[in-house]
């Protein structure tokens, strides 16, 4: 997964950079079923890998070419990168130092072969006002997508 | 040794299940045999039926009736030269043929060619299956992007953009026929391929004709859209483009070429295997309900082997037809063992220790078998969608009677529930 992440940033070519992105993806989905999350990872295989990526290279590879590989790479910001990234850094390490006690001391025995049956139930039971609410943003993005591309409303 | 192979030929788990590694690579290594002959044929069988459909005979030069013919297709797919566009991306053109391949030949670690003759089970298998059918998408993406001339480009944008707008409606029908599983005691469905077939064993009927007609509506859906997915005829707008103007693989020629052909066929079987567990029953013989008792479970045992005694024999009609001139002796001979062997194979498939094994793999690749003549069926007789004609009927057509299908199901399902079992 960390070969895939540095990959995506350090391509030049746009399309080998998306490909990275789905090694990465994939990479993800298989730490969902280290978790004991297997929906999860199938659910990210489809929709992640399968879905969201083919119309990232949609849009990747219908943009011009040429335009893409006249523009200069630069990398002017590098010190607010390295700023950045310490900060993050010892934000992680003081976690890890400080919080010892909310990171479980073994492996908790979690189950695996309920875990669709369970997050059905949670979904559409406790968490179902989130549930319709994530559709209605769906739907607002849908309407949103139609009137960009349609030519007379 | 003996006693190794014979204490796993009684086990009631798959090998994954059991974690037993051997015995995994062993199943791995048939199904792919398997699978590489299945291909092989059908290369042959669609020629040969599609012939036959436009009255004329096909290959019959190659070996007697044209049976040699996959395999100097394939010699000559070997001996061609490697072409690579000068100034394609080497790495993407390298790679996509190879997640195509991998793509279409994964799926197969959850078909449940029997309740226990499957790699592995996971309680996630229709899942599993429909995820990585998707990663072909990918495959064919990149290799229009590589070819870097823009028809196979403009190509495989179309043959991708096809392949997810049906993957909607597959879902869709996928998701009422996984509803019908949990119509049981407990109100629990599975996911997992074995648990689907085992839950139309456990309800006594295939879930086609559950819910009359709404099994039916589901499966329709479902065998359109699987046409579409693996775009096949009526929807092989992408690959007659070759014809028309260049499809995604024009500039893929030889061992390439041959990969993708490979996929082609291999993810036919697949999504047919889709079709054949959540709605055909799985690897249940037919009428397991209607006709069921000792009787009739000893009547249908005996189908795999007269299935095979009957091919032999049309192989020695054949024989008996071939044309009695000197030059002709060889293939005459050839297609005589032929129907000998297929003799022995159904011969073996009387013996009943043989048989209770082998029975389960025998029908489940019966019905893959059936929608296999149904696509080339469907090759010979439609002609081809136009895009837009396509698109329009994946996403204004098949979707909202996925919608309805789905509902219906679901508030039968409820209404059978709360009236049999308040």
Redesign the interface.
Known sequence: MLIGGILVITRK?P??SA?AL?VTLLAQASIYLMLYA??V???Q??LY???I???F??VI??VSIDRVQKERQFNSQWVVGIIAATALGGLFMAVYTKGKDIFPEHALPMV??????RIATMLYGQYMFAFEIASLLLLVAIIGAVVMAKKKI | MLEYVKSYLTSSQTPGAAGNMFWVLVYILLIFTGLAIAVMLMTWLERKVLAHMQVRLGPMRVGPHGLLQPIADSLKLLLKEDIMPAEADSFIFWIAPFIVVLAAFTVFVVVPFGPTHAITDMNIGILFMLGVSSLSVLGIVMAGWASNSHYPLIGALRSSAQMVSYEVAMGLAVVSAVLMTSLNATGTGTLSMIGIVQAQQAQGEWFIFKFFPLGLIAFFIFAVAMVAETNRAPFDLAEAESELTAGFHTEYSGFRWSLFFLSEYTAMIAVSSIAVTLWLGGWLRPFPNLLNGAIWDKAFSFLPGIAFLFLAAMCFYNTVRMPKHPLFRVQTIGLAVFGVFLGLVGLVLFVPAVSIRVQDIFWFAAKVAGFMYLYIWYRGTFPRYRFDQLMQMGWKVLLPMGLGVLILTASVALLQQKLWHP
């Open positions: 070519n399309v080998h490909l789905i297997p929906f990872a199938g659910v295989i489809i890998a399968g879905g990526m083919v119309l290279l949609f590879m219908l695996e072969n309920d875990n669709t049956q």
